[in-house]
């Protein structure tokens, strides 16, 4: 999932405008059934549930380090040196997946446990047979492995020859990429390259919120994007020519963004914002122009002129990168938390240079949304159907797996507000599916309470708590356990949350 940005709440009244958004609810259009073949999920992510930071030759990351050195910076002090401990108690992960009957679990793999210093010369077969472990015990129950190649864990080494900042990192991650494949795509059959990259490019690279702490905003951020999709595209490449023909797997790339809604007589505003975020990375992947957004394109060279600059910020791919990267994917991967409202910016937004700069677009939140612990999340399930539309229409209605959705709180078993956010959002699911969206599955984040980045453990997205203070770290179900496995048994979507307390 995504940290809050940092959002200026304008305090406005949103009754004047375009569209009255049900709080956190939904009306049914159509069949109440999703169609037998959809698959039904939740997720997790290496760091976050992990632990074992050092067990059996894993090398450092920069979430590591950053940790280590910075305890200050997280909210509750603390680190994913243990956390669920899921590298030494998967199968407590496991029992939770079959109590459940998921049809597929997805997950990350670390880097630095299959390569420490994050190249192939330091390959540590006992990382490799974690995940061996994991891939076959799934498949043993019925259990599909979705794996995710990087969320945001990278070696420290590559750091240190600056990361996503320079363009050595499309060659290390198809190395990294082309093991995996090698090692697990017998498989594994359905992969994601990056989770979330506009995130992680923005908080490593222009507010330096993440490691490695960079603020060059407007510049860095940008050159982190541009290198992620050129690795994600020659990665795939990789795939296609190497590996498809026996392993038959697809390749997608996890991308997030909030959706928006008008503000009176902003309806092009909501265009440029959705192309700001959506598709500043699906653009270029899933658009036949095989380049960012030409509002995107057009803006920040302009404002790169103005600023003196002989070149743009942002500049279009060319040549060989825009034809490996148009159609590089063969599913979108969405994340979907939360919605705004929107409107141009009445005056300059963020840094000057910066995204936000660039986009000029004021974000506004009404208060009447039903809001989870975390600032930033808001039940907005209208902007899950609108953005699956988005997609349908942007990309030529492109198979869509939802590979994140879900609801934060301090850690009550009784999450009747976690039951209603995944109730609206499986609705707005379904309504898009009547509507002729080409949807194939849902993963709930997060199966386990986990290490949430700049927020520690002090907010929890599971399905099971897990005991923090117990060495044995025990899982337990909440409520809403009980409810999505009702919803996984029923193929539908069950009306009364009571019956499952
Ligand atoms: C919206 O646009 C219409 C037509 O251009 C105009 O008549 C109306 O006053 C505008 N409303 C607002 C709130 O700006
Ligand atoms: C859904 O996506 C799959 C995979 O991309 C594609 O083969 C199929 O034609 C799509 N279905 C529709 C109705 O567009
Ligand atoms: C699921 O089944 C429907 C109806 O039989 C079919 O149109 C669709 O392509 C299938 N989707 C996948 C992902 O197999």
Same mark, same amino acid.
């Given at each position: *999932? ?6 200026? &709440? ?30 039904? &999920?939740? !997720?997790?992510? @290496? ?48 029992? !939770? ?41 799934? /498949? =043993? ?11 945001? %864990? ?11 900042? +320079? ?18 795509? %017998? ?28 603020? =060059?905003?407007?510049? !860095? ?13 020659? @990665? ?18 996890? =991308? ?8 009176? +007589? ?103 949304? *039903?809001? @989870? ?23 030529? +209605? ?14 009550? /078993? ?11 959002? /499986?609705?707005?699911? /379904? ?15 997060? =199966? ?7 927020? &520690? ?7 099971? !708590? ?28 069950? +009306? ?6």
């Amino acid at each position: *999932m995504f940290p809050s940005f940092i959002f200026v &709440g304008l305090a406005i009244s949103i009754a004047s405008g375009g569209q009255t958004l049900n709080t956190c609810n939904l009306a049914p259009k159509g069949s109440p059934y999703f169609p037998r073949n959809f698959s039904f &999920g939740v !997720a997790t992510s @290496a760091y976050q549930v992990e632990g074992g930071w050092n067990s059996d030759g894993k090398g450092p990351s920069i979430w590591d380090d950053f940790t280590h050195n910075n305890p200050h910076l997280i909210d509750d002090s603390s680190n994913g040196d243990i956390s669920a401990d899921s590298y030494h108690r998967f199968d407590q992960d496991l029992a !939770a997946l079959k109590e459940l009957k998921v049809d597929h679990y997805r997950f990350s793999i670390s880097w630095p446990r299959i390569f420490p210093n994050g190249d192939i010369s330091s390959r540590n077969q006992k990382g490799i047979d974690y995940y061996n472990d994991v891939i076959d015990k799934l /498949l =043993l129950n019925g259990i599909e492995p979705m794996a995710t190649m990087f969320h945001y %864990d990278l070696p420290s080494e590559i750091q240190k020859i600056g990361g996503f900042a +320079n363009a050595l990192i499309i060659e290390k991650f198809v190395i990294y990429a082309t093991e995996l494949f090698e090692q697990f795509g %017998d498989r594994v059959k359905l992969w994601m390259t990056f989770n979330e990259p506009l995130i992680y490019c923005k908080s490593s690279f222009a507010d330096a919120r993440y490691p490695p702490q960079v603020d =060059l905003s407007g510049v !860095a951020d940008y050159i982190c994007v541009d290198n992620t999709i050129k690795a994600h595209a020659a @990665a795939y490449q990789v795939y296609r020519s190497q590996f498809y023909d026996r392993q038959k797997g697809k390749i997608g790339i996890a =991308l997030d963004s909030y959706f928006y809604f008008p503000m009176p +007589n902003e309806t092009e505003s909501v265009y440029r914002a959705l192309q700001f975020n959506m598709g500043f990375l699906a653009h270029p992947i899933f658009h036949k122009s095989g380049d960012y957004p030409d509002i995107m394109l057009k803006e920040i060279e302009s404002n790169s002129l103005r600023e003196g600059r002989l070149t743009s910020r942002l500049p279009p791919l060319k040549g060989y990168w825009k034809n490996i990267v148009r159609h590089s994917a063969d599913f979108f991967a969405l994340n979907y938390y939360s919605s705004r409202y929107l409107r141009r910016a009445e005056k300059p937004k963020g840094m000057n240079p910066s995204w936000e700069r660039d986009m000029d677009c004021d974000e506004i939140v009404d208060p009447s949304w *039903m809001q @989870a612990v975390g600032s930033w999340l808001h039940c907005v399930p209208e902007g899950l159907e609108g953005m699956l539309k988005f997609i349908r229409d942007e990309y030529d +209605n492109i198979e869509v797996i939802i590979t994140e959705n879900g609801w934060s709180d301090k850690g009550t /078993l009784e999450d009747d507000n976690r039951i209603q956010y995944i109730k609206s959002h /499986l609705q707005a699911v /379904l309504n898009a599916i009547n509507d002729g969206s080409n949807i194939s599955g849902y993963t709930y984040w997060s =199966l386990i309470d986990n290490f949430e980045w700049k927020s &520690g453990y002090s907010v929890k997205f599971g399905l099971y !708590a897990v005991d923090l203070m117990s060495p044995k770290r025990e899982r337990s179900p909440k409520k809403s356990a009980y409810y999505y496995k009702e919803v996984i048994k029923s193929r539908k979507i069950p +009306n009364h949350i009571n019956e499952f307390s």
